[in-house]
T-cell receptor
Framework: NAGVTQTPKFQVLKTGQSMTLQCAQD?????MSWYRQDPGMGLRLIHY???????DQGEVPNGYNVSRSTTEDFPLRLLSAAPSQTSVYFC?????????????FGDGTRLSIL | GNSVTQMEGPVTLSEEAFLTINCTYT??????LFWYVQYPGEGLQLLLK?????DKGSNKGFEATYRKETTSFHLEKGSVQVSDSAVYFC???????????????FGQGTILTVHP
């Protein structure tokens, strides 16, 4: 199994550009989520989804859009990149069913906004 | 709100030393608790978990006990190795009202470096 696959691994953008970070999982997980990781701040939840067609905001959603058309894919869109969005982005997935389900993480996308 | 506080790092140890990374939490409910580990250039991996008070999670020589009375989940290992060098994250998961899934809240992470 590939687990959670994120592409690209690295990306440099200019302020105002748009792009989509891809995330795919092959474990038939219902729950998928996006986090950003910044130094000294741990991981913060951006958006999450509990199934195809269902998404909701996390702690830091501003500047990001998501959609979930299939169980497998959960792309994250930056509509107009800003330097404050320079970060490492992680996608994660898990089964539903309570608090004890561990999250499975991708290897991350390192994004720099100039 | 919910929050997780980890001891400030970085932590630098010699091989075979004893490791403790402190973690305390505040939560509006009864959370599950996790330790995740991130090796250089990789995503996070689950290290261990505990889902109720006095549970002890363990894996790869690491242990942590869910202490409800002190709202803590400290990570310990008796003898660290160079290969344990990584970033360690404490996290809690609480079911959102009316749902059946848990949303993770992370601590800020502790960088551990182990020297030969």
């Amino acid at each position: 199994n590939a687990g959670v696959t994120q592409t690209p691994k690295f990306q440099v953008l200019k302020t105002g550009q748009s792009m989509t970070l891809q995330c795919a999982q092959d474990m038939n997980h219902e729950y998928m989520s996006w986090y950003r990781q910044d130094p000294g701040m741990g991981l913060r939840l951006i958006h999450y989804s509990v199934g195809a067609g269902i998404t909701d905001q996390g702690e830091v959603p501003n500047g990001y859009n998501v959609s979930r058309s299939t169980t497998e894919d959960f792309p994250l869109r930056l509509l107009s990149a800003a330097p404050s969005q320079t970060s490492v982005y992680f996608c994660a997935s898990s089964y539903m069913g309570g608090t004890n389900q561990p999250q499975h993480f991708g290897d991350g996308t390192r994004l720099s906004i100039l | 709100g919910n929050s997780v506080t980890q001891m400030e790092g970085p932590v630098t140890l010699s091989e075979e030393a004893f490791l403790t990374i402190n973690c305390t939490y505040t939560a509006t409910g009864y959370p599950s608790l996790f330790w995740y580990v991130q090796y250089p250039g990789e995503g996070l991996q689950l290290l261990l978990k505990a889902t109720k008070a006095d549970d002890k999670g363990s894996n790869k020589g690491f242990e942590a006990t869910y202490r409800k009375e002190t709202t803590s989940f400290h990570l310990e290992k008796g003898s660290v190795q160079v290969s344990d060098s990584a970033v360690y994250f404490c996290a809690l998961s609480l079911v959102a009202g009316g749902t059946s899934y848990g949303k993770l809240t992370f601590g800020q992470g502790t960088i551990l470096t182990v020297h030969p």
